[in-house]
């Protein structure tokens, strides 16, 4: 929006100043002031505490900004019965994981298995000299660089958790005089981003002093560059999988709908492996899944697209990152997926619908949620590329889109019962609905 010049105005000292000098600058650089000042005040919380709390979350938060929460019910993950919360706002999401979950329900359901849980950060930094010095410094100073992390590893690790390991890592054939500390952690239930970021700065702060006082140094070699000191969110060793199977004549009610179902089924998710266009937006649809569990469960949605997206590319290709295949009758359908999750920490202990979600998922510990998650993908996955292969996409999703379609023409309830009910058996698309409208809003 803008100060009807085409332009917003430029501040200094917004974040300074208070909610109601925010809210108030804000409005003047719209059109119509007190209207977008209504829309901001329509989404604030009546409950002062709450909203003070959603506000302190960020800096200069003006409002909230909604977004629907949704439940799909009857997951069976590893003989277990969930209703999995999702936060999306796209139409035919929660529809189509529901209609999944209830799909392999009676089919075994869902089974889910953790491969690890390995965060790993690093410490980047420069070192002009000779490398073989600098492997002998850095073992001798290993237990030194170590301890160096004890006060803040402490909590962790009488939880079971910490630095696993450390190793220097020679990157100088990428750029000149570059090398790592590589750190690998486990974090328990936590995400554990502050906990892994607070010892990868005391491990380079630790290296640059005693890289300065070591006297097989060159005065070159004694000045160490640490250039950062940050966790990745690229976590090929904190991996789940989750899987569904069933034989192939059990898929559908016909036997021979489900041989052809199948084989479709797996040449779809086969293209997906070698043809980049399907494959970013087949693993769009696992993201469907994923991202709405995570926003729900509270985690960091970037850091996990992040990841599982370099985890898709891993082999210098952008690929599928689920798989299906067809053997002695038995189809299987499975996702592997990189997800660093907590359960403790961050927003999950603070956000009231977050701790509500978590609840309802009958407080999962992180591994227990990274299988509901990665369930949720595949499921979401599946629900996708059988109406791909089968009806078509635009048939279930036109129709879960309908009520918003209804919406932009400001359809009234009694004329959304009858456009519903009307195209329960018709194809739903902008211009057929307006039609509908309008025959209806002319009699
Ligand atoms: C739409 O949000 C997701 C799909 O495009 C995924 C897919 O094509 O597999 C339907």
């Known amino acids: 929006m803008t100060n009807g010049k085409g332009q917003v105005t430029f501040v200094?000292?917004?974040?300074?100043?208070?909610?109601?000098?925010?809210?108030?600058?804000?409005?003047?650089?719209?059109?119509?002031?007190?209207?977008a000042l209504e829309v901001l005040h329509k989404y604030n919380h009546?409950?002062?505490?709450?909203?003070?709390?959603?506000?302190?979350?960020?800096?200069?938060?003006?409002?909230?900004?909604?977004m629907p929460l949704g439940v799909a019910p009857n997951f069976i993950i590893n003989g277990k019965t969930l209703t999995i919360p999702m936060a999306?706002?796209?139409?035919?999401?929660?529809?189509?994981?529901?209609?999944?979950?209830?799909f392999w329900s009676t089919k075994g359901g869902f089974n889910a298995?953790?491969?690890?849980?390995?965060?790993?950060?690093?410490?980047?930094?420069?070192?002009?000299?000779d490398t073989q010095k600098l492997n002998i410094f850095f073992e001798q100073c290993r237990?030194?660089?170590?301890?160096?992390?004890?006060?803040?590893?402490?909590?962790?690790?009488?939880?079971g958790g910490g630095i696993t390991a450390l190793s220097l890592v020679n990157k100088s054939d990428a750029i000149p005089d570059y090398y790592q500390l590589d750190v690998r952690f486990e974090t328990q239930d936590a995400m554990g981003a502050n906990f892994i970021n607070s010892c990868l700065e005391q491990l380079g702060t630790t290296l640059k002093a005693l890289a300065a006082k070591h006297a097989d140094f060159s005065e070159k070699e004694k000045a160490i560059e640490v250039v950062m000191s940050i966790l990745s969110n690229y976590v090929p060793n904190c991996m789940v999988e989750a899987v569904v199977s069933c034989p192939?004549?059990?898929?559908?009610a016909n036997p021979k709908d489900s041989s052809l179902f199948a084989d479709k089924f797996v040449q779809a998710v086969n293209i997906a492996a070698v043809e980049p266009f399907r494959a970013v937006t087949h693993n769009k649809g696992i993201m469907n899944g994923i991202d709405a569990v995570i926003m729900a469960s509270g985690n960091d949605l970037r850091a996990v697209s992040a990841g599982i997206h370099a985890h898709?590319?891993?082999s210098g290709q952008y690929q599928s990152i689920s798989k299906a295949e067809i053997k002695d009758g038995v189809f299987k359908f499975s996702l592997s997926v990189p997800l660093a999750l907590g359960t403790v920490g961050g927003l999950t202990k603070l956000h009231p619908l977050v701790c509500w979600c978590h609840e309802l998922m009958g407080t999962p510990n992180a591994q227990e949620l990274m299988q509901i998650v990665a369930v949720a993908g595949l499921a979401q996955n599946f629900a996708a590329?059988?109406?791909?292969?089968?009806?078509?996409?635009?048939?279930?999703?036109?129709?879960?889109?309908?009520?918003?379609?209804?919406?932009?023409?400001?359809?009234?309830?009694?004329e959304k019962k009858s456009a519903i009910a009307h195209f329960k058996d018709c194809n739903v698309s902008h211009h057929t609905v307006a039609d509908f409208l309008a025959k209806l809003r002319s009699v």
């Open 12 to 35: 200094s000292g917004f974040s300074k100043k208070t909610k109601a000098e925010k809210l108030d600058w804000i409005s003047q650089q719209f059109h119509n002031p007190s209207q």
């Open 46 to 66: 009546n409950d002062q505490a709450l909203q003070t709390l959603h506000d302190e979350f960020i800096e200069n938060a003006l409002t909230n900004f909604y």
């Open 88 to 102: 999306i706002e796209e139409s035919s999401v929660v529809a189509a994981a529901s209609n999944a979950a209830k």
């Open 113 to 129: 298995t953790i491969i690890g849980t390995e965060k790993v950060g690093h410490v980047h930094f420069m070192y002009h000299g």
């Open 143 to 159: 237990a030194v660089l170590l301890a160096s992390t004890d006060e803040i590893t402490r909590n962790m690790r009488s939880r």
């Open 248 to 252: 192939v004549n059990e898929l559908l």
């Open 312 to 314: 898709a590319a891993a």
């Open 385 to 414: 590329v059988k109406s791909l292969v089968t009806t078509g996409i635009q048939q279930g999703h036109m129709k879960m889109h309908l009520l918003n379609i209804l919406n932009q023409h400001q359809a009234t309830e009694v």
